[in-house]
């Protein structure tokens, strides 16, 4: 159902009396919010005062789904995770208000520009990377599809670090998003929960003489909500992010400061704050630390006494919390929501075990996210007793009696029950929390068809061969809004002029562009649209490195985190042997490229951040060599973020997508570039092998060794020195970096990374080496044939309809959630002009 609002006129008169009603918005804002004068106000006054105005025009609709959530017949998905990476709001909700050109004449008229405005917005980036910037497209969806939701997580002071470049190494700065003010938020102080932490339990006999169990926590911490509205595009659904802030349970204890024990009172406070101060930088790298068991087990146990707290408001019990809620565990970080909704259950509201058991598994499903051993969570026993010691026993329980199904469906096999056992005890014993979230759901899921089939084969056969229908897939996507209409507007303003803009909402449409490979006139503008979007990027850089990069060039990117399993050392082994084929042949027949990389490594991660120094090292020798720098140059954009990508997607010619098959789950960004017509030089890894096959073989430039040939390669016993003697290519570039050609001749500098290649290669970088670079020398042939790349470009784009997140929500709606959309109605409630009497 489309909003017929009244902020959305198209007729004249209406537009400009919106715009006039905007510009008071601005100057009342100015005056009783920011208390200045627009004459004294600074950028982010007009900033905060702009972003007041537009919350304004979401308040009806908001309210109105409030209220909507609260009716009987919705049914509301929780999704729980640990991040959330929305990325700046004021410009997406100005798009899916259908607000951007009155805004923006209203900010004109105002003697202001509107980009000015909205690259002011300081992004929060609660969130590392794909993980979390896919639950960001997802709450986008939902709103969209009209699905109720409510996104919960931690409001975490500090976000993802911001990066700097100093000498060529990676430099950590906090990130302080908080600081100008957020618009966005509401603090809800009247929602306030309580969770224990620490203590012990104990047993003892109720009312009615029943043995019970409680926790007695050594200590409490208060959660506030902060509520953040996320609006769908053009419709009334406007659905929640409901994140949450730690604080002790009393800020100034005035009895401890007059026995004199001041300072503990603020300790117990900044111990009590600490939880939701920062988020952990860690990418796919689990470590124990017991503050991050602390803020997982604090967000899950807030949301669970909030999502029990709205179904009492409308029902006398929890028996049919799943009919109400479907509750997404969004990897395993909050799967410690199976052993709190069961303590809730039962020590709380008094159910027996079993009833609080099957509502249990008819609440939660699970999406796993990584294959990485290293990434999956255990907790050490003793931690999660130290800390959980009510929710340890509640996890033995549902252990033991797992396992006694386990072993009567398999007599006899000790290994399977071992395999299977919540409890790794093969040493120092582990709580295995992708086995809690297989049992304790009734759903899992992989994020890409590979993806999942190698849980089935492989991570999870066990759980599979038990339960065969619980295992599914759902493909990543990501939403069109941000990252086509908001940050690629050329693009979608000509497909939008050839085909109509139905496929903003639907994205299976954009297949109408297909015919026009064939219009001499549309390639050419989309050559155009392109060429502008490069320029764009070419004028950013201009300011730090001069007028060097050349928008007619190629344009090679790959943005996403530094992990050695993602290979952007292959891509600079490629780009050191591109280096010394021109320095030997100065007429080599290639085009020009500039390779762009982006992305962040984890402050702990050596190996990583070595890479980052190696790409920047070998862009200063690139960049002021004249013999090549005019058909070969390298730049790393620092501090990659959502706001950077909104630059980076629409102006990439070719999206490097080339982990090593079997370690990508799925991959996101690989959506985004071809969405904005980048082609894809990629392995067979996550969701490029479906891309590969919407876009067709021949639109798709595939390298590398598959899944199966990875194995096969293992099982025989890899050794990279054996490729490294025999490819003179690849030899003379490993030679090139050790001997200290772009680190001022230090030798020492990368031999670890050197040496990682050399003796261990996990990656198997030197094996897919000689199938890359004779990839890439054919990407570097098509490109030079500008009609025949438009035209592949133009399909990539075309058969992009899968990877919206549209259809991953539906996916996600029929097969796992049950949920159908609940369009809510704007009913306008007018304010009472004479002030109101409290009901
Ligand atoms: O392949 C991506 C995937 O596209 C995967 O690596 C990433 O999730 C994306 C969305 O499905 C991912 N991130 C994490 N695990 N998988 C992770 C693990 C621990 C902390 C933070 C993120």
Partial sequence: MTRTNTTDCSSHTNDSNNIKKLKRGFAYKLFYQQGVWPQNASLNDYYLAVSYTVRDRMQQMFLNSILSLQKKESKIVGYLSAEFLMGPHLHNNLINLGLYDQVSRAVEECGLDIKQIIDHEEEPGLGNGGLGRLAACYLDSLASLQIPAIGYGIRYEFGMFDQEIKNGWQKELGDRWLQPGNPWEFKKA??????????????????????????????????????????????????????????????????????????GAVHEKIMAETITKVLYPNDEHFRGKELRLFQQYFFVSCSMQDM???????????????????????????????????????????????????????????TNHTLLPEALEKWPVAMLGRVLPRHLEIIYEINSRFLD?????????????????????????????????????????????LHTRLLKNHTLTDFH????????????????????????????????SAIGDGWITNLYKLRELEPMVDDPVFCEKWQQVKFDNKQDICAMFSCAYGPMFNPYAMFDVQVKRIHEYKRQHLNLLHIVNLYQRLKNNPNLDVPPRIFIFGGKAAPGYTMAKLIIKLINSIAEVVNSDPDVNTRLQVLFIPNFNVQIGHMVYPMADLSEQISLAGKEASGTGNMKFSMNGALTIGTLDGANVEIREEVAPENFFLFGMDVNEVQEL????????????????????????????FSHGDRELFRPLIDSLLYHDPYMVLADYQSYVDCQQKVGEVFQDTRRWTKMAILNAARMGKFSSDRSIADYCRKIWKIKPFPVELKLQQLPENGFKFP
């Fill in 714 to 741: 293992g099982t025989a016993g890899y050794d990279p020195q054996t490729i490294y003697n025999q490819n003179e290519g690849l030899k003379a570039a490993i030679n090139l970096i050790a001997t200290g050609h």
């Fill in 190 to 263: 009247d929602l306030t929960v309580e969770v224990g932490a620490r203590g012990h339990t104990e047993q003892y006999t109720d009312d009615h003489g029943n043995q019970r169990v409680r926790w007695v926590p050594g200590g409490m911490v208060k959660g506030i909500p902060y509520d953040t509205p996320v609006l769908g595009y053009r419709v009334n659904n406007v659905n929640l992010l409901r994140l949450w802030s730690a604080e002790a349970p009393k800020s100034f204890d005035f009895d401890d400061f007059n026995v004199g024990d001041y300072q």
């Fill in 308 to 366: 029990v707290r709205i179904h009492l408001f409308m029902f006398p019990n929890l028996d049919n919390f799943p009919d109400k809620f479907a509750v997404q565990l969004n990897d395993t970080h909050p799967a410690i929501a199976v052993p709190e909704f069961m303590r809730l259950l039962i020590d709380v509201h008094h159910y027996s075990w079993e009833r609080a058991w099957d509502i249990v598994t008819h609440t939660f499903a699970y």
């Fill in 465 to 496: 061969r038990l339960w065969p229908d619980k295992l599914t897939n759902v493909t990543n996507g990501v939403t069109p809004r941000r990252w086509m209409v908001l940050s690629n507007p050329r693009l979608a303003r000509l497909i939008s």
């Fill in 405 to 449: 199904l386990v072993r009567i469906k398999y007599p006899g096999d000790v290994d399977v029950v071992r395999r299977m056992s919540i409890i790794d005890e093969s040493g120092e014993r582990y709580v295995r929390m992708a086995h809690l979230a297989c049992i304790g759901g009734y759903a899992i899921n992989g994020v890409a068809e």
